[in-house]
């Protein structure tokens, strides 16, 4: 089993950034058969939606219009996952959660999420 952890959410005004983190943690087992990471956001009233995903360390896949503003990154080693997020607006409000995927299995365990709010 691997818990994930997300970090890095908070307030932010418009145009604002912020630097999001998600820890994977658990049996070495597992954690060493992590091919990819993927950061999910889900707004009030909406379905939870992909917004960027890494395959291995640099093979990086985007939602539409997200690409430029978003940058997603994996330390290995750390077995932790980035998004960094600039120039926000506030309809990137949402919470951001992270999953990974074992093997060619994507994990239906999800962590608590970050909130991340953008004020107008």
């Known amino acids: 089993q691997v818990q994930l952890v997300e970090s890095g959410g908070g307030l932010v005004q418009a145009g604002g950034s912020l630097r999001l983190s998600c820890a994977a943690t658990g049996a070495i087992s597992s954690i060493s058969r992590i091919t990819a990471m993927g950061w999910y956001r889900q707004a009030p009233g909406n379905q939870r939606e992909l917004v960027a995903a890494i395959f291995g360390t640099n093979r990086a896949h985007y939602a539409d219009g997200l690409e430029g503003r978003f940058t997603i990154s994996r330390d290995i080693a750390k077995n932790t996952a980035y998004l960094q997020m600039v120039n926000l607006k506030p309809d990137d409000t949402a919470v951001y959660y992270c999953?990974?995927?074992?093997?060619?299995?994507?994990?239906?365990?999800w962590g608590q999420g970050t909130q991340v709010t953008v004020s107008s």
């Open positions: 999953n990974i995927r074992i093997g060619s299995i994507w994990s239906s365990n």
